[in-house]
């Protein structure tokens, strides 16, 4: 409440009380501090309230959100991709990492061994190279060529013995080489017949620089150029028509040797140390001990071990939690960071079945609280619907945001598009306690059903998303937007805007159901939502 001045004399009316407030202590007290938002009578989820604008006097761009993942990791940009097997696969991974995020590879596999390989794909990872070239054997038919043209468009193809990358180098067949070909004789050439022979071809090494090969391709006058191992063997293609495309990635998450960042997820059955160790020899960033209820004795004592064995590199996140309590355990025990969500994921029903978890606002500020005082970041896992959320989970304390739902119906996600009805095209999401992805792979099954007890308990749903069309378009634009909320909050940089909310200085309000109304769009006969 304002003070009354003692001096009214200045005053005309003297029962106009507002002329003599001290109103800088009513701005002081226009809006909630982030302590009075979460007064403990309620959980709030993003959705609860708004964070009120300040004072602009910086450009967008001028926003800088780089961030920690773990103790030891750093960001350019505070987004990862969640370890879900409708999420994140190598494809996903690269994509993150090149727009300074970070992609966590999901645990659903049936070995190991294909997990770490998903890993070391994005290690290999070199920007330009095309790293799964459609290839094609020697004897193959010219018809076969053409099939490939129809569906991926192009036809500078590589020839190997075993018609896919990885196999020995036999030449490479070109539109030029086919050009002349009548149709009816499609059937019965063989490639062998009409390719450039291996001793023919210029190729490239794999120590080659993108700007080499660039420059070969250019004094040579040739359109691919095909890189080989010390075997011989096919490796990845160099197209110079991407030449022109390449595209330059300021943020890209690089580990110390210049390779991209990548993670990927553990569980802690028996078989766990032995994941860490091949995923430790792919050369894997971080690990995250995937549970919904992290405070357990089997994730404490796997991971005392992993710090014992590996002290620094992988990092670990480990979670989830959402409470205090649980976050004290697992930093403890070492964690380098703290993943935080229980039942507030789009594909969650872990609070209606377990009837556990906290709304997703509450669970992120108080974790972070806590971890702060303890140098561990968070991660803000789950409910990310818009743009909006992400801003406000990092306004909480998270210094970085996991998302599911929100990646998984873009182009580098797994899984094949599809129609769905009235002609809407969509890919498939499902939650990982899901029955479909329980019972998806070996690993998942032993993973939930315990042998004595062989009653399924879905944590999740299926889902299908719409179409979001790339990465390279959906992060940027995500990117962008929360600069633009941090510059309507007048704050620079993630620092700057936890400073500020955990110094009093930013103010929130709660929204009442009617303000989530007004907020969202309203009272229109149709609308079209384009995004970016
Ligand atoms: N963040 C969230 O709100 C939720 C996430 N999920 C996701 O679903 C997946 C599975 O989560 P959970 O079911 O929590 O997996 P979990 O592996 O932690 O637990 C599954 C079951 O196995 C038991 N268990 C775990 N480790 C064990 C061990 N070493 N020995 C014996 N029993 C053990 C647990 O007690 C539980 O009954 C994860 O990908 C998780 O992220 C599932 C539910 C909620
Ligand atoms: O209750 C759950 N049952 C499930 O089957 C499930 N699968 C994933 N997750 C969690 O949800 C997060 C992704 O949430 P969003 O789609 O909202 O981004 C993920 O990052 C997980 O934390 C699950 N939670
Ligand atoms: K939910």
Redesign the pocket.
């Known amino acids: 409440m304002g003070k009354l001045n003692n001096d009214t004399s200045n005053n005309t009316n003297n029962h106009d009380v507002s002329a003599s407030l001290d109103w800088e202590e009513e701005f002081e007290n226009d809006g909630l501090t982030i302590d009075e938002l979460f007064d403990r009578t309620m959980g709030l989820t993003y959705n609860d309230f708004n964070i009120f604008p300040g004072y602009i006097d910086f450009p967008v761009h001028q926003v800088d959100l780089s961030t920690k993942l773990t103790r030891l990791i750093n960001l350019k940009t505070p987004l990862i991709s969640?370890?879900?097997d409708t999420v994140t696969e190598s494809e996903m991974a690269i994509a993150m990492a090149l727009h300074g995020g970070i992609g966590i590879i999901h645990a659903n596999f049936a070995t190991v061994e294909e997990q770490a390989a998903e890993v070391s794909k994005v290690k290999r990872y070199k920007q330009g190279f095309i790293t799964n070239p459609q290839c094609i054997k020697p004897t193959d038919t010219v018809r076969d060529l053409m099939l490939i043209k129809a569906k991926y468009g192009f036809t500078g193809t590589p020839v190997t013995d075993t018609g896919v990358v990885g196999g020995k180098l036999l030449g490479l067949v070109t539109s030029r080489d086919v050009d002349f070909i009548q149709e009816n004789r499609y059937a019965i050439t063989t490639i062998n017949d009409v390719m450039v022979p291996r001793e023919r071809l210029i190729i490239g090494n794999e120590s080659m620089t993108l700007q080499e090969a660039y420059t070969i391709l250019e004094n040579k006058k040739r359109g691919k150029l095909p890189i080989v191992d010390g075997n011989d063997c096919l490796i990845s293609l160099i197209a110079r028509t991407d030449l022109k495309k390449s595209r330059d990635f300021p943020l890209s998450s690089y580990d110390l040797k210049g390779q991209l960042m990548v993670g990927a997820a553990i569980n802690t059955r028996e078989n766990a140390k032995e994941a860490v160790k091949k995923l430790a020899e792919a050369g894997v960033d971080v690990l995250v001990i995937d549970s919904?209820q992290g405070a357990s004795n089997y994730q404490i004592a796997l991971l005392k071990w992993i710090k014992e064995k590996y002290p620094t590199y992988p990092q670990i996140v480990a979670g989830?939690v959402v409470t205090m309590r649980q976050a004290k355990f697992l930093i403890d025990a070492g964690a380098d960071a703290i993943r935080v969500?229980m039942?507030?994921?789009?594909?969650?029903?872990?609070q209606e079945v377990m009837a556990v978890g906290r709304a997703q606002g509450t669970a992120v500020y108080q974790v972070a609280r806590y971890a702060r005082s303890r140098g561990v970041p968070i991660v803000a896992?789950?409910?990310?619907r818009d743009v909006g959320y992400i801003t406000k989970a990092l306004s909480l304390g998270a210094s970085t945001v996991?998302?599911?739902?929100?990646l998984?119906g873009t182009n580098e996600a797994p899984g094949e598009y599809f129609w769905g009805p009235s002609g809407v095209r969509l890919k498939k999401y499902r939650?990982?306690?899901?029955i479909d992805?329980m019972e998806a792979h070996v690993s998942s099954q032993e993973r939930y059903l315990v042998e004595s007890d062989a009653i399924k308990v879905a944590?999740?749903v299926t889902a299908t998303m719409r179409d979001r069309g790339s990465i390279h378009k959906f992060v940027p634009y995500l990117y962008r937007g929360v600069q633009h909320g941090f510059q309507d909050i007048g704050v620079r940089s993630i620092t700057e805007l936890q400073e500020g909310v955990y110094g009093g200085k930013v103010k929130f309000e709660r929204r009442s159901p009617n303000a989530q109304a007004e907020g969202g769009v309203h009272s229109l006969h149709s609308y079209d939502r384009q995004l970016y």
Do not use: F, V, Y
């Open positions: 969640s370890p879900m919904s989830n969500g039942g507030s994921g789009s594909i969650c029903i872990t896992d789950g409910g990310i996991m998302m599911g739902g929100l998984a939650g990982m306690g899901s992805a944590q999740g």
